[in-house]
């Protein structure tokens, strides 16, 4: 298994409130894309990342050894769920102890390989596409006010380009103490990519020049996500972005290749930067 990630400010926006953390370890993948006032979309993105990552560490789920394997991915599934919702309950709370965090948010979409397949959850427009065989597919739907438009067919192909309010999400992180939180499983391919991204990534590039950059460096993912951003900055790159590239190719369930990775843009670097960032925003410390 290989798997890398990257993220970049844009070329429009002052800071960069995308995260994104992966764990080979583990074969969990996350990206998140905050949004809010000064700080507080950061502040957000990153709390998702770090209460999903602990809920999956820390709530273990009962031995599935005997358990048939649509229990046990059923179980895998649930918990994935459950860490999504844990976050937005964290994030809720923390949105309303004060004015400086109302209205804060974040999307989140969620990658777990275990057992030959992927576990997958989601909330808000950022998404998971799957590549197999030179081909790109969707997997998860936008929760957003065009992808509403599109479903009702109220709104013509040609329109969707059109559309003045693509960035308009239904659903997100921090707006409610409970989320409806979209998961599903499928089995892994024999030669499976996924790709995770921010809409920074998909308002900009089309799927099918998407799926020409990842398939242009077979093998090498890290080179595929810094294409794929430096594609968006070619255009003018109006929001930031975020690319996880995940190849199960060489998926076998053994050691990771590679040790867990946390990419939070404007942090104090080491093992320990997520947490000691976000103790200093809940003890009201000095701004970072």
């Known amino acids: 298994?290989?798997?890398?990630?990257?993220?970049?400010?844009?070329?429009k926006r002052s800071m960069n409130q995308d995260a994104f953390f992966l764990d080979p370890d583990n074969q969990l993948y996350i990206v998140a894309d905050g949004m809010g006032g000064h700080k507080?979309?950061?502040?957000?993105?990153?709390?998702?990342?770090?209460?999903?990552?602990?809920?999956?560490?820390?709530?273990?789920t009962e031995d599935v050894g005997d358990l048939p394997e649509n229990k046990a991915l059923k179980r895998e599934e649930e918990r994935c769920g459950k860490a999504v919702q844990h976050a937005n309950r964290s994030i809720f709370q923390k949105a309303n102890e004060s004015m400086d965090f109302h209205g804060m948010g974040t999307t989140v979409v969620?990658?777990?390989i275990t057992h030959g397949h992927a576990v997958l959850a989601h909330v808000g427009?950022?998404?998971i596409y799957r590549i197999q065989d030179e081909e790109i597919v969707q997997l998860t739907k936008d929760h957003s006010r065009l992808q509403e438009l599109i479903d009702q067919e109220r709104i013509t192909p040609e329109e969707v380009e059109r559309y003045p309010l693509k960035n308009v999400i239904t659903r997100a992180l921090g707006g409610?103490?409970?989320?409806?939180?979209?998961?599903?499983?499928?089995?892994?391919?024999?030669n499976d990519l996924f790709l995770l991204c921010s809409d920074g990534l998909s308002g900009v590039l089309?799927?099918?020049?998407?799926?020409?950059?990842?398939?242009?460096?077979?093998?090498?993912?890290?080179?595929?996500?810094?294409?794929?951003?430096?594609?968006?900055?070619?255009?003018?790159?109006?929001?930031n972005v975020t690319v996880i590239i995940c190849d199960t190719r060489a998926y076998t369930g053994g050691e990771p290749s590679s040790p867990p990775l946390d990419a939070f843009p404007d942090s104090d670097s080491?093992?320990?930067?997520?947490?000691?960032?976000?103790d200093r925003w809940f003890k009201g410390n000095q701004p970072v």
């Open 270 to 278: 080491g093992p320990g930067a997520l947490r000691k960032f976000i």
């Open 176 to 190: 409610a103490p409970d989320v409806e939180v979209d998961t599903s499983v499928i089995p892994l391919g024999n």
């Open 1 to 11: 298994m290989r798997a890398a990630g990257l993220t970049d400010v844009g070329c």
């Open 110 to 112: 969620l990658l777990k």
């Open 125 to 127: 427009d950022s998404r």
């Open 206 to 239: 089309t799927d099918g020049e998407s799926l020409e950059l990842v398939c242009s460096n077979p093998g090498d993912p890290e080179e595929s996500c810094r294409r794929l951003i430096q594609s968006t900055l070619d255009r003018g790159a109006p929001d």
């Open 40 to 60: 507080a979309g950061d502040l957000a993105s990153k709390m998702a990342l770090e209460f999903i990552r602990q809920y999956i560490d820390e709530i273990d």
